[in-house]
């Protein structure tokens, strides 16, 4: 197929070697696995699972670069995924993640889990659509940061999904 074949350039900062990449899965895609996955040459590149940030849990440099090191052995590009429903400490993880050599920040808008969902994260982002492109912008305007997103349809999409996605290219998103 040769469209998963292409390289995916995301912007100036970031062109991924492949359309297709693995999916993170938390609580699966542990060291061990990084370690073999990486030693086997199996990815051009990595998703993490999400780090949850929030006003009082915004993590240190040091924190992000000791829960990056796994992935960046392998010398493939990072892009680092953030859990949260606040654009200030997003924002500053994502410029954090950026000064640690993450190539990119996706911004998980999607989780379903119902813990995630009652702390006001992943899918529950969703319902309150003006937070969650509020939290695009901040994220979007952190020099460095190639902005991606992780979505669900939502919970009540009347425009239509095709409608969200623009609104949020248009908010800073290059890749959803």
Same mark, same amino acid.
């Given at each position: 197929? *040769?469209?998963?074949? /292409?390289?995916?350039?995301?912007?100036?900062?970031?062109?991924?070697?492949?359309?297709?990449? %693995?999916?993170?899965?938390?609580?699966?895609?542990t060291?061990?696995?990084?370690?073999?996955?990486? /030693? %086997?040459? =199996? +990815? #051009?590149?990595?998703?993490t699972?999400?780090?949850? +940030?929030?006003?009082?849990?915004?993590?240190? $440099?040091?924190?992000?670069r *000791?829960? =990056?090191?796994?992935?960046?052995?392998?010398?493939a590009? +990072?892009?680092?995924?953030?859990?949260?429903?606040?654009?200030?400490?997003?924002a500053e993880a994502?410029?954090?993640? @950026?000064?640690?050599?993450?190539?990119?920040v996706? !911004?998980?808008?999607?989780?379903?889990?119902?813990?995630v969902? *009652?702390?006001?994260?992943?899918? @529950?982002?969703? $319902?309150?659509?003006? %937070?969650?492109?509020?939290?695009?912008e901040?994220?979007?305007?952190?020099?460095? +940061?190639?902005?991606?997103l992780? !979505?669900?349809?939502?919970? #009540?999409?009347?425009?239509?999904?095709?409608?969200?996605v $623009? $609104?949020?290219?248009?908010?800073?998103?290059?890749?959803?």
């Open positions: 197929m *040769r469209l998963f074949s /292409e390289p995916l350039r995301i912007d100036d900062r970031l062109t991924l070697p492949r359309r297709a990449f %693995l999916s993170p899965l938390q609580g699966v895609t060291t061990p696995f990084l370690q073999a996955a990486n /030693e %086997l040459g =199996l +990815v #051009d590149f990595w998703m699972p999400f780090y949850s +940030v929030g006003a009082s849990s915004i993590p240190s $440099r040091g924190a992000l *000791r829960w =990056l090191a796994p992935y960046r052995k392998a010398g590009p +990072v892009i680092a995924q953030l859990l949260g429903h606040e654009p200030g400490p997003l994502a410029r954090l993640l @950026a000064d640690c050599g993450a190539e990119g996706n !911004l998980n808008f999607a989780c379903p889990s119902k813990t969902l *009652r702390s006001g994260n992943g899918g @529950a982002c969703l $319902r309150d659509e003006s %937070l969650a492109l509020r939290i695009t901040a994220v979007a305007a952190v020099p460095g +940061v190639s902005l991606s992780k !979505l669900r349809s939502g919970w #009540d999409a009347p425009d239509g999904l095709a409608s969200r $623009r $609104r949020f290219c248009s908010a800073g998103a290059k890749m959803i």
